[in-house]
Nanobody
């Protein structure tokens, strides 16, 4: 299973970016798709996740500004980020909990990080 993340970049405070994460490979089912971020000197933190049924959860710091969504047919998740703040600067990683066979135990897979920099 391979996760390909893209969409990072440099944006001014108050701006928007949309990240995407496409999963490919031997996939039977994707249960949860999520986004995490890491800044230097800090632990990786959960930003948001979405279940296969569409339930979502967000870190308090991004509620009301970020929206996670997914396209189950395309095995892709999206993170729409608005009203970006310098504190959102981080490397963002996508994650998916995937089972590769019917009845198989799901495993976590990670995409490569994508840098998001919020600066004027």
């Amino acid at each position: 299973v391979h996760l390909q993340a893209c969409g990072g970049g440099l944006v001014q405070p108050g701006g928007s970016l949309k990240l995407s994460c496409a999963a490919s490979g031997s996939i039977f089912s994707i249960y949860v798709m999520g986004w995490y971020r890491r800044t230097p000197g800090k632990q990786r933190e959960l930003v948001a996740y979405i279940t296969s049924g569409g339930a979502t959860n967000y870190a308090d710091s991004v509620k009301g500004r970020f929206t996670i969504s997914r396209d189950n047919g395309e095995n892709t998740s999206y993170l729409q980020m608005t009203s970006l703040e310098p504190e959102d600067t981080a490397v963002y990683y996508c994650n998916a909990r995937v089972s590769t066979t019917r009845g198989g135990v799901p495993s976590d897979y990670w995409g490569q990080g994508t840098q998001v920099t919020v600066s004027s």
